[in-house]
């Protein structure tokens, strides 16, 4: 596609629900990245992929949040059991690693909403 | 300290004036150097980068890197009350990495 996408826009779930975020980066962009925005704040690095494998997640706050990549394409955020403090935007960016500089393009972004 | 650091504002310029962006990292083998642009509610939009020292310009705006004091900061030139936004520094760390380290922006506020 011409652009980062991201499903759904907007969330609202129950408090200890599961959820899934989902990102489709730009074509060919083998670099691909999930940050965390509260109202008000900055962007919080959550994890990125290198292809499928993801050599740093250490942004992701507890075992509650996973993320996967298949194909080199999709991304898929999980996060199980949620609480109050998971709300937020979630924004997904990406990246080609070819040349010298790897400017990222970000999605919409996901507003999920937990009561 | 933190990785990359802004001063969060706002910053207050009238319109026509230079409004003046710094940006402070901790990493000294950071490589580049990315201004993202943030209005409210929306995502971030790239608009400058910078990799080596010295100044890269782009219309209004000028991107100054000096990698020996470790800051990065954009300047805009001809402030627009469209110019209001909050301005996000980015930095890449060295060769093998593609992890990004935003600072927490700054808030610019063009007054007409």
Known sequence: ?115 | QKEVEQNSGPLSVPEGAIASLNCTYSDRGSQSFFWYRQYSGKSPELIMFIYSNGDKEDGRFTAQLNKASQYVSLLIRDSQPSDSATYLCAVKGGSGTYKYIFGTGTRLKVLA
């Open chain 1, 1 to 115: 596609g011409a652009g980062v996408s991201q499903s759904p826009s907007n969330k609202v779930t129950e408090k200890g629900k599961d959820v899934e975020l989902r990102c489709d980066p730009i074509s060919g962009h083998t670099a691909l990245y999930w940050y965390r925005q509260r109202l008000g704040q900055g962007l919080e690095f959550l994890i990125y992929f290198q292809g499928n494998s993801a050599p740093d997640k250490s942004g992701l706050p507890s075992d509650r949040f996973s993320a996967e990549r298949t194909g080199e394409s999709v991304s898929t955020l999980t996060i199980q059991r949620t609480q109050q403090e998971d709300s937020a935007v979630y924004l997904c960016a990406s990246s080609s690693t070819s040349g010298s500089y790897n400017e990222q393009f970000f999605g919409p972004g996901t507003r999920l909403t937990v009561l």
